[in-house]
Each structure stands twice: as C-alpha cells, then as structure tokens.
C-alpha cells in the first residue's frame, strides 16, 4: 500500500474536521492522508480502511495492513501499561525503515482531565440503565463537591501543561508510555471539552445540571472547537515538515515527548452559560425580534442558579476564577506553533444577535 504523510487512526468525530481541511486547496497539495474505522464506512466522502484495536488479541496482522505513514494520529484513547507500546512497536516491526529514515511519529489525542487531580472518580462504563445512569450523575455531583472543597483550602493558580498531573489515571499511564518510546517518538495533544459539528454543548444540560445541588459546585468548562483541533494537527506536521524553516528541529524540540493542552483560551462558567441558554426559544434563522410578545420562562436550571447566587453571596456572573477554583492556561501551545483559535466562546449568541440589530 502506498505510503501516505499522516494515517488517522479512527476517523471519528474529529475527522470530519480534519479531513475537510486536508482535502483544502491550502493543504491538499502538501500533505497526503489515509484514515481507518471500524467498518471502513466513508467519512467526508472519503473512504477509509477497515482496522479495529485489540490490544488483547496480540495479532499483529491488523496492524501490519496499515500503509505506511511519516505521522501516525491515534484518536482513541489507549489506556493503562502496554497498549500503546503494542501499537507503536508493532507498527514499527511490520514497516521497517531504512536506517536514514527518521522514527515513526505518534500524536495521541489525550484528555485535559488528567490535570484534575481533585475529587476524581472511577467511572462505570458498564453504566446502561437510566438507573445506573443516574447513580453516575450523582456520583460525579458528590466528586465535584469534595474537590470543590478541597481547592478552598488552596491558594488559586492557573493550571498549565507543566502542572502536576494524576500520573495513576489510565490513560495518562498510556499517554507517557507513548512519550517516553525509544523505538517511536510519542507527543500528546490534551483536549479539553469538544464541540462543534454534532457537539452542542447545550445537549450537556439535562445530564450536567440534573438537580440544584449537582449545579451547586459545577464551576469551570474549557473547550475546544473541532477545527481548531484539525488546524493543530496540520500545523504541527507542517511545521516539522518544512525543512527550510528547521522542520526536524521543531519536532525535537515542540513535538517529541511532549504533552500538550489544548483549549479555545476561554474558561467558562457553567452557571453563566445555563443563564445564557435560559431561554433557547429561537428557531434557526430567526431574525431579531421576531417572536415578540411571546411569553418566554426560563429554564428551570436558570432559576436555580439564580438561588445558588442568592445563596452563595455571588453578585453577578461570570464568577471570578479564584471563585470557580480550577482555571487552564493553554497559552504555550498557541503561542509555540503559531496559531491562534478561530472558534472560540461558546455560549449565547450575542454577536450574531447584535449584528441583527444592525442591519
């Protein structure tokens, strides 16, 4: 199989970002891709190859048939000891390189969670009845207000990727397998919340603020559109690509053994947020003003943050972040790699609503 500058690894969500920007006239004729899923179904128009992970099967055949590939992007988490070293290193052993030929590079989409060191919880994925669904909400609710306690008792800081992290989560145990190969290079881009697309974060509000008390210690969100996730993928291999501008150099220096976060810049407040969607009442395309004289109500999570203000003494929203407690400052990334996101703020869209009145 012909050889390809980055192979997807499981052509999900983010792919229908990524693709649609590589197959754009500013990329496609610099960078040539192939994608996998479980089914081999097409994604973007683009049809993909058949491939599943099984790290229990130690069958390397379904590795072996991936073409060959200068970037490898995993976008399924790897969890625990041994799955990413099975993945890189089998991949390693079935397409041997030539001596010039620089190691096979790995980007692993990771999770900012592992820098939620406070209040953290196991979760039961098995988690299938409205039940046992709801047993997780609360248990999440009762983690949520044991970490919002304990970061009381600290002084506030901006959380960045050189924070400590909870180096026992599964997947961070994963992650730095992956950074510290000495048979492949590894680097990890942590996403924070995503969004855009299929993604609405107002599709979150029936599981996230269930109840009063579960919204009483929801604090910070942080997010990250899917094009600006694509727009990091490409930028990272085009970087390391242009040999006029010290490619290799870059990636020794920015991508190899690195972990990186990713965020729009924003940190949000969920209170502010369910108080901007208390009222969701428009349709699409609805002008300004339309609708008038209808009788609107608020939603009945606006109406409990309204108390919890009451009763927590809070003023006015946004709250402050030395308030909310937990706060990332993804700053470096942007900065290093020449980028600035171009889907940030989330939320009620004032914007569009002002430029209405305007016309």
């Given at each position: 199989?012909?050889?390809?500058?980055?192979?997807?690894?499981?052509a999900?969500?983010?792919?229908?970002?990524?693709?649609?920007?590589?197959?754009?006239?500013?990329?496609?004729?610099?960078l040539?891709?192939?994608?996998?899923?479980?089914?081999?179904?097409?994604?973007?128009g683009?049809?993909?190859?058949?491939?599943?992970?099984?790290?229990?099967?130690?069958d390397?055949?379904?590795?072996?048939?991936?073409?060959?590939?200068?970037?490898?992007?995993?976008?399924?988490?790897?969890?625990?000891?041994?799955?990413?070293?099975?993945?890189t290193?089998?991949?390693?052993?079935?397409?041997?390189?030539?001596?010039?030929?620089n190691?096979y590079?790995?980007i692993?989409?990771?999770?900012?969670?592992?820098w939620?060191?406070?209040?953290r919880?196991?979760?039961?994925?098995?988690?299938?009845?409205?039940?046992?669904?709801?047993?997780?909400?609360e248990?999440?609710?009762?983690?949520?207000?044991?970490?919002?306690?304990?970061?009381?008792?600290?002084?506030?800081?901006?959380?960045?990727?050189?924070?400590p992290?909870?180096?026992?989560?599964?997947?961070?145990?994963?992650?730095d397998?992956?950074?510290?190969?000495?048979?492949?290079?590894?680097?990890?881009?942590?996403?924070?919340?995503?969004?855009g697309?299929s993604?609405?974060p107002?599709?979150?509000?029936?599981?996230?603020?269930f109840s009063?008390?579960?919204?009483?210690?929801?604090?910070?969100?942080?997010?990250?559109?899917?094009?600006?996730?694509?727009?990091?993928?490409?930028?990272?291999l085009?970087?390391c690509?242009?040999?006029?501008?010290?490619?290799?150099?870059?990636?020794?220096?920015?991508?190899?053994?690195q972990r990186?976060?990713?965020?729009?810049?924003f940190?949000y407040?969920?209170?502010?947020?369910?108080?901007?969607?208390?009222?969701?009442?428009?349709?699409?395309?609805?002008?300004?003003?339309?609708?008038e004289?209808?009788?609107?109500?608020?939603?009945e999570?606006?109406?409990?943050?309204?108390?919890?203000?009451?009763?927590e003494?809070?003023?006015?929203?946004?709250?402050?972040?030395?308030?909310m407690?937990?706060?990332?400052?993804?700053?470096e990334?942007?900065?290093?790699w020449?980028l600035?996101?171009?889907?940030a703020?989330?939320?009620?869209?004032?914007?569009?609503?002002?430029?209405?009145?305007m016309r």
């Open positions: 199989m012909e050889g390809v500058d980055l192979l997807i690894l499981g999900g969500w983010t792919a229908t970002f990524l693709i649609p920007l590589l197959q754009s006239p500013s990329h496609s004729d610099r040539t891709f192939a994608a996998t899923t479980t089914n081999g179904r097409p994604v973007c683009v049809d993909t190859i058949p491939f599943r992970f099984d790290p229990s099967l130690k390397p055949s379904a590795i072996a048939s991936l073409p060959r590939a200068r970037y490898i992007l995993i976008t399924f988490p790897l969890t625990g000891e041994g799955q990413s070293k099975w993945l290193e089998t991949y390693e052993a079935t397409h041997p390189r030539s001596q010039s030929q190691k590079r790995f692993q989409f990771g999770s900012t969670g592992v939620q060191t406070e209040g919880r196991k979760r039961h994925l098995t988690a299938s009845t409205p039940e046992e669904k709801q047993a997780e909400r248990a999440q609710a009762k983690a949520e207000a044991e970490a919002a306690a304990l970061r009381k008792t600290k002084p506030f800081e901006f959380t960045t990727r050189h924070s992290y909870l180096t026992s989560d599964p997947r961070a145990v994963a992650e397998e992956l950074r510290k190969s000495e048979v492949v290079d590894g680097m990890v881009l942590s996403l924070s919340g995503l969004w697309g993604r609405d107002k599709n979150w509000v029936g599981r996230v603020a009063k008390e579960a919204m009483r210690h929801k604090t910070s969100l942080h997010m990250i559109h899917g094009l600006d996730i694509a727009r990091a993928v490409v930028k990272i085009e970087a690509e242009d040999e006029e501008k010290g490619g290799n150099k870059k990636w020794e220096e920015s991508g190899r053994g990186w976060m990713l965020t729009d810049g940190v407040d969920w209170w502010s947020l369910l108080m901007g969607w208390a009222a969701d009442e428009k349709e699409e395309g609805e002008e300004e003003g339309e609708g004289g209808k009788e609107v109500q608020p939603s999570q606006a109406k409990w943050v309204m108390e919890l203000m009451e009763e003494g809070v003023q006015a929203l946004p709250r402050s972040m030395e308030l407690g937990r706060a990332y400052d993804s700053r990334f942007w900065r290093t020449g600035v996101p171009v889907k703020r989330i939320g009620p869209m004032l914007l569009r609503s002002s430029a209405s009145k």
